[in-house]
């Protein structure tokens, strides 16, 4: 077998067993399974496997790195896929990104609003937003990993929804490592989900929920999520460099 034959195997496998997961999990939930939609994270992991992905059936890609993620999506902008951008975001990059982004789910700071405003307009290009939450901030706080306090989430909504090139599409986190709801990853995501309700009270079509990993998808399906971001169980631990 030839490496690719090889590495196309694996996916197939892994991608099969994350899918089994997430249907027993929506199962268990009540849920059907088209509620829920698998994005995979391929950073670090060159584009064939992004490839590879796209030939059986992936639809949703994403990338925390711009400097990895703008050559792979040129190279896969033959491909049906929607790149999400998941990772902490610098302003200064904020023009490669919203050129190949479709989603940027981490957005935190209306500083950032501006700058992703700014340049989806350039682009002549629309971009969906999630704000991402975090759950180990005070109320108004910022989190370790990026993310505004619960306390911030309806005026940083207010602000994206009104602004020029952009289009509030929902909620993001990531299971917190520290504070109330570190190894809570259930109540995080409950948590996550009652915010949710709050905002499409005031905004209907901000109904996306970004929420669960490799190792906590099944809680985040169990919560309400309606997207849930799977690196390492489809693409595996990849080895460290050096």
Known sequence: MTDLQVRTE???????QVEERISTACAAAGRKREDVTLIVVTKTYPASDVRILSG?????VAE???QDAAPKAAECADLPLAWHFVGQLQTNKVRSVAVYADLVQSVDRARLVTALSKEAVRAERELGCLIQVALDAEENGRGERGGVGPGGVEELAARV???PGLRLDGLMTVAPLTGDYAGRQQAAFERLMDLS??????HPAANMVS???SSDLEQAVAAGATHVRVGTAVLGVRPRLG
């Not at 694996?10 to 099969?16: C, K, M, S, W």
């Not at 059986?56 to 949703?60: A, D, K, P």
């Not at 309700?197 to 005031?202: F, G, Q, S, W």
């Open 56 to 60: 059986l059936g992936v639809r949703h």
């Open 64 to 66: 925390n790195r711009d």
């Open 161 to 163: 929804a009104e602004a």
């Open 197 to 202: 309700t709050a905002l499409r009270a005031a």
């Open 211 to 213: 929420a669960g990993m």
């Open 10 to 16: 694996q996916l197939t496998t892994n991608l099969a």
